[in-house]
């Protein structure tokens, strides 16, 4: 399934155009796919970048002025930490009513009981009984697939856990191979997807390692997986903008920003481990202009064919912690 690079272009400015702006902070707000919810064009990222403040004394200030600034999409997992994000998150909640988006993710034991294990954990890491998002974590190649669609795999959890009430909305997130999760989304009713949208577009495999294929001159995820959501009109946010810091110098932070916020996703997940960082990305969002047609078909082609390579072996193996 593929969608021309004029469709695309035209999927890019509508999604432009369907931005509110909040009037409150300023923050620009996009739907969530289908889901009803409005998110801002910046979500935090609760993982390893905010686990650098070490202690929660120092952590959940940094998640206050993000909220105070608009931030309402709150990105964690049961791996980050082993729980201690959704922790720090849980501390928050105790002194704060939940006036945002609270994304956990669950992922390691794709069994149907592991998983259960590992949501009702969640659940009591953050103090609450229903999380708005809870997406299948760190999605990998056809064995993973295999387990998750097993008759008492992780899928089987997830549903359960959605008609349980124990989140609003399910989905399933990958940095590794978009093939696989194009066909994950294919099959099942996801409500949202997060995965690995930048420049680079990693991707494990052909033709991530080939710059001018796909939409924007980019391929792996956006060429492949991306098109699915769109038509399914699933939640689509975009992580791993920097490719864990690899991409710096390819593009300016700003640049490499933009680009993914032009792309047609609601919100773009990025951890930030100094106030300075938060800042900064708060001002890129705050005056988010989108990028030229041929931004979008250049920057892409700054990645040479080896760095390409070098990032799919990186994430082949990568673990969220």
Not at 5 to 12: E, K
Not at 261 to 274: K, Y
Request: charged fraction near 20%; hydrophobic fraction near 40%.
């Amino acid at each position: 399934m593929s969608i021309s690079r004029r469709n695309f272009l035209t999927s890019a400015a509508l999604a432009a155009i369907a931005t509110e702006i909040d009037a409150a902070t300023g923050m620009p707000m996009r739907n969530l796919g289908s889901t009803g919810q409005k998110v801002s064009l910046l979500a935090f990222g609760a993982g390893s970048r905010w686990l650098m403040y070490k202690t929660p004394d120092k952590a959940i200030p940094v998640l206050e002025r993000a909220l105070a600034a608009g931030v309402n999409y709150v990105d964690s997992a049961a791996s980050y930490g082993n729980g201690q994000s959704e922790s720090w998150i849980g501390e928050l909640l105790k002194t704060r009513k939940k006036d945002f988006f609270l994304v956990t993710k669950i992922g390691g034991d794709r069994t149907y009981d592991g998983s259960m294990r590992l949501i009702e954990r969640s659940l009591k890491n953050f103090g609450v009984s229903q999380v708005d998002l809870m997406h299948i974590h760190a999605f990998g190649n056809e064995d993973d697939l295999e387990k998750i669609e097993a008759p008492n795999g992780q899928l089987k959890a997830m549903l359960k856990a959605k008609d349980e009430k124990m989140c609003r909305f399910i989905g399933i997130t990958s940095h590794q191979n978009p093939q696989v999760l194009k066909t994950a989304l294919e099959r099942h009713p996801f409500d949202s997807t997060q995965m690995a949208l930048n420049i680079a577009q990693i991707g494990n495999g052909a033709p991530s390692d080939k710059a001018g294929q796909g939409q924007t001159g980019a391929s792996g995820f956006e060429a492949i997986a991306m098109p699915v959501a769109l038509k399914k009109k699933m939640g689509l946010t975009a992580m791993k903008i920097f490719a864990q810091e690899k991409l710096l110098g390819k593009a300016t932070p700003e640049m490499l920003i933009r680009y993914s916020m032009s792309l047609p996703v609601a919100a773009t997940t990025i951890g930030m481990p100094q106030v300075e960082h938060l800042d900064f990305n708060l001002n890129v969002a705050k005056n988010f202009k989108p990028l030229s047609k041929e931004e979008m078909l250049t920057l892409p082609k700054s990645v040479s064919a080896q760095m390409r390579a070098s990032i799919d072996r990186f994430f082949s193996d990568h673990v969220d912690a």
